[in-house]
């Protein structure tokens, strides 16, 4: 059975609300691995920034973003505060399963990021400073799609997440099957 996009996304999502130990982890892997201890994750300002039903507080959060002239998503938007500083950042996640980036996905993450951060402090509604963009897929995801796969600012690999989150344990093939 394959996993579906969506679904393992809200996994990750909630995994990260709900598991220290995967926060902290998760966040280790990026610019802001100084404050793994310290970052709070903005779920209550997340869901309360939504027009969706609460359990979709991290889900599709879609921007059109002006100086692409395009209209953008982000698979799991994650909001956080540093409770030292007080420095807001977002990470953007973009979660590919097996689906092909669609015409100027990879290339534009960086600038939808950096508009949004933007457009979220002057709007008052997720206000932050500082981002960075996660694409979280399978190993062989990324060894067939490197040059995609390297235009985010962090690849973290399915099977790696599933030592957290077991939905992410790679599928095993059928018995009996071809192995393509």
């Not at 310290?38 to 039903?53: G, I, M, T």
């Not at 989150?165 to 599928?171: G, I």
Request: charge should be negative.
């Amino acid at each position: 059975m394959t996993k579906d996009e969506d679904d393992l996304c809200r996994v990750f999502a909630e995994g990260v609300r709900t598991n220290p130990e995967f926060a902290r982890w998760l966040l280790s892997r990026t610019k802001f691995n100084y404050c793994t201890d310290r970052a709070r994750l903005l779920y209550d300002e997340q869901v309360s920034a939504r027009r969706v039903a609460p359990d979709r507080w991290w889900r599709h959060w879609w921007w059109h973003v002006k100086t692409l002239n395009k209209d953008r998503e982000t698979d799991v938007f994650l909001a956080f505060q540093d409770a030292s500083t007080g420095l807001r950042f977002a990470l953007h996640i973009e979660n590919k399963v097996n689906a092909e980036f669609t015409p100027g996905q990879a290339e534009s993450y960086g600038q939808k990021a950096a508009w949004v951060a933007a457009r979220e402090t002057e709007k008052r509604r997720m206000p932050h400073t500082d981002w960075q963009n996660i694409l979280i897929a399978p190993a062989a995801y990324y060894s067939i799609r490197k040059v995609q796969c390297d235009l985010f600012d962090v690849f973290i690999s399915h099977e790696d997440i599933a030592v957290f989150l077991p939905e992410f344990k790679a599928e095993a093939p059928p018995v009996g099957g071809d192995v393509a």
